[in-house]
């Protein structure tokens, strides 16, 4: 028994110690999903719920890189009388700073483009806007191209209605983020 024990921690030492100094890749291509909570301020209202989205980008170098994100959420109404759902499409320099092989920090401010959809028992309501987003998270390398985050990103947007009488409104939309993606 005491060979067996013996035997697996030399297994586990010499796969910890490979894993140890295998260099990560941080440039190029990288594509990933992304699970997340978000709270929609307009106001004094508040309404949370959950996003989903998908984003990728360019890495040119380990600290400069361009970024997208596309996300939806669901039903962000807390009430049976309408239903508010709400999504976004960003583009974003983003600057890096490495802290070790595993784990870095990353920052974003760039455009996004918002859609909310208000759908009630009295009226459709369509809204649109253009706004800006500003990002930061923390990620870790797993391996050599699969990656994790995790990830804050704020956006304040004006929306307006083509419908005539729909009053137009600012809206503050506030993301946690956890994500996984793969490094071409």
Do not use: C
Request: hydrophobic share 40%; glycine share 12%.
């Amino acid at each position: 028994m005491n060979k067996l024990s013996i035997l697996a921690l030399g297994i586990a030492a010499i796969t910890s110690s490979a894993n140890a100094f295998a260099t990560t890749d941080r440039t190029g291509f990288y594509v990933g999903g992304e699970i997340g909570a978000i709270e929609a301020k307009e106001g004094g209202e508040s309404e949370s719920g959950q996003s989903f989205g998908a984003y990728g980008g360019y890495n040119f170098n380990d600290w400069f890189g361009l970024e997208a994100t596309l996300y939806g959420t669901n039903d962000l109404a807390d009430n049976d009388f309408a239903s508010v759902n709400a999504a976004a499409f960003s583009v974003a320099p983003k600057f890096t700073v490495v802290l070790n092989d595993t784990f870095s920090l990353y920052g974003k401010v760039g455009v996004s483009s918002v859609a909310v959809v208000i759908d009630s028992a009295f009226r459709d309501v369509d809204y649109s806007g253009y706004g800006v987003t500003v990002g930061a998270g923390v990620n870790a390398a797993l391996t050599e191209s699969l990656n994790l985050r995790l990830g804050y990103d704020y956006t304040n947007v004006d929306l307006d209605s083509d419908d005539f009488g729909a009053a137009d409104f600012d809206v503050d939309l506030s993301r946690f983020t956890l994500g996984m993606h793969y490094q071409f």
